[in-house]
């Protein structure tokens, strides 16, 4: 089997190099070789072992009949785009790891792929190396899902668990995480829960069988948490996660989120630190389970190229399906959850008044836990406080 | 598709109501109904929702060309053998939670399925609900697996839970755990590893290619844990496990083993607590990824079962594959670790004579950690000091 790269980028070298060094192992079992016929990257890369494999043009892989499949690492939904549905169309199965382009057009290429008779994969788009999308596709799909959350994003998480090991404000661990290459110098897709958006877009669709728009989730990112909220967090034992989250509630209603919760040091996912990343899947049979590992880098992420692709060539390959979603999920002002809440300039008789019976944290500043109430519920007292002369400084869901 | 269950015990009880419960879901994505047609047991249960297809002669499934596919949840290798080896024989696929029957005799079953056509598969037999079996063998056998260690009964995860939280003696919390049901009257295969050691002969089986008898696997439990031991752990932020171990060094030694371990609390399955199971595989590129969920009980386990049959109904059921190892992996006495080790009767200067540098341990005990050493330099060590009149009161490997 002849494949061709998109991308000589982290992944790209990272597959190339996975493909060459566990050669003889994937040839083993797919019981075929696989073999690196080109290589596409507007940059030569002329010191690279695969220099001669390396060209500019990609109409050459698209009319090259010896390609069965392609590997699209180049992220982005436009030259990808572009690239992808090309390949498609020319009854090439296509791989790849990019989250946006699959949150985007991902109905549209799965639907020619199809067609064409050929494969659209994507497992490492979602959690880098752990297998996710294939056991919730192959594992668990004769479970009703009921939950799928997830840690979704390595550099959120890396900042989250420096903000509770030293303490360190938001910024400051920001600094911490782009010194060491964890964060980019624009951040924005990461601390603002885009990059989770898109992934948890892609897993609800897997779930659900609907794929809903990044843009329609409710998306927080954790630029808002404070030092203050990580002591709070610690006093009740709790951990801050980023979480994207896809929940079907019992009378059928659905919601997709993504926002910091607070989780109890009991919860699987609350010990995940670091660029670690965590999936819990909850079937109506399974219960509870949770897929961890490397949730990005050049060689974790390669594995889940390399698993798709070894899916395909040893004939094993499954249809991920799914629909775009006719509207958004349940409006989210019906999401319901206990939160921790943070006022000033208000007493103790206000905030009863307010928000009822509530759980007084012990802190230097006005902090409590409410009762579970809808997102419209907390809007409205919020609106409360501030005809009140009082102010909302901070707010995080708890995770139950 | 019609199937017949053999044992209506708590995994086929657990296994006929998700069959019914999700069966709109089975057949949605399957194309093809799943039927029970038969529940094979020696008892009578006339009170069931499947009284009438309850029968208590297995000649009739093996028979009946209609049926397809056997459930086997008997458990043991007698008749459970009989009967899967006739079934297969007849081309009828068996679905299994049956640890001990796979172990014992895993490589003569695969071998008739696969030369009748049919599949022999046992998702159920390790981790209870988790897909584990699968992803081993479809999502990451692209990589060289490199360990596999796995927190694989929860009989002895809730005890070892309970002496953490509660400074219980081993007695005390075994007591606790029979009285709540999570540990059998005779506790002898779970506290003496033996369950643990069927396991991971099974997922060293499915690493490697090859499967060990479980008798050759060097198995230790968990009954010389004292609670002193325990409070020794806390102090150095460890927890202990019984763990399940198969390793592949990089010189290609293969070892497989159980023995309970001190847990750095960053490992991944330190804080898997109860009776939840978890399973490590490192892989040469995915670096760690961990599978976590609930390692017993009728609905999990029926969650695995269903697994399979769904993936032998839609036709993407796989093959496991190995051979029976001609040898004993690599002779255990090289297995090398740091160790934790109480002595009595020695002082400091016959230690450091006898055990080289160590890391004393504040303890009211002689507690210490050793230097990475191997199993056989140990025991002559541990011969040394009773030559010098003192003994070994506690011995626990250090995971890494």
Request: with cysteine; charged share 25%.
């Amino acid at each position: 089997m002849k494949v061709a790269i998109l991308g000589f980028g982290t992944v790209g070298s990272g597959t190339a190099e996975m493909l060459t060094k566990n050669r003889a192992l994937l040839k083993a079992h797919a019981g075929e070789e696989v073999e690196i016929k080109y290589i596409v990257d507007i940059r030569s890369f002329p010191d690279s072992p695969f220099a001669d494999r390396i060209i500019n043009d990609f109409s050459v892989v698209e009319k090259d009949d010896e390609i069965s499949l392609v590997i699209e690492v180049i992220g982005g939904a436009k030259i990808a785009y572009d690239f992808t549905k090309r390949a498609l169309l020319a009854g090439k199965s296509v791989v790849t790891s990019n989250k946006e382009l699959v949150a985007t057009h991902g109905v549209e290429l799965l639907s020619i792929a199809k067609e064409k008779g050929c494969y659209y994969l994507f497992e490492a788009a979602v959690g880098g190396g752990i297998p996710v999308l294939s056991p919730i596709a192959n594992d668990l799909s004769h479970n009703e899902i009921l939950e799928v959350s997830g840690i979704l994003n390595g550099t959120t998480n890396y900042i989250l668990t420096r903000m509770f090991s030293s303490g360190a404000s938001f910024e400051a661990a920001l600094a911490e995480a782009q010194a060491k290459g964890y964060a980019e110098a624009d951040p924005t897709a990461d601390v603002e829960g885009h990059d989770a958006a898109r992934k948890i877009a892609i897993l609800g669709a897997l779930a659900s069988g609907k794929l809903v728009s990044a843009d329609a989730i409710h998306t927080e990112g954790i630029r808002a948490i404070r030092a203050e909220d990580v002591k709070a967090a610690e006093k009740i034992g709790c951990s801050i996660k980023l979480l994207g989250r896809y929940l079907r509630t019992e009378s059928g209603d659905m919601f997709l989120l993504v926002a910091p919760f607070l989780l109890p040091a009991d919860s699987p996912l609350s010990g995940i630190s670091d660029v670690y990343n965590g999936v819990l899947v909850r079937g109506n049979f399974v219960g509870d389970v949770m897929f961890y590992g490397r949730g990005a880098g050049s060689e974790p992420t390669a594995s889940a190229v390399v698993a798709d692709v070894d899916k395909i060539a040893r004939k094993a390959a499954y249809r991920p399906a799914f629909t775009a979603a006719e509207d958004v999920p349940t409006e989210f002002s019906y999401f319901r959850a206990r939160r921790y809440v943070v006022v000033e300039g208000a007493d103790a008789a206000a905030i009863e008044i307010i928000f009822g019976e509530t759980e007084p944290l012990a802190s230097e500043e006005n902090a409590f836990l409410t009762a579970e109430m809808s997102e419209k519920g907390f809007s409205e007292r919020a609106k409360r406080l501030e005809a009140c002369g009082g102010k909302i400084v901070s707010h995080i869901r708890l995770y139950r």
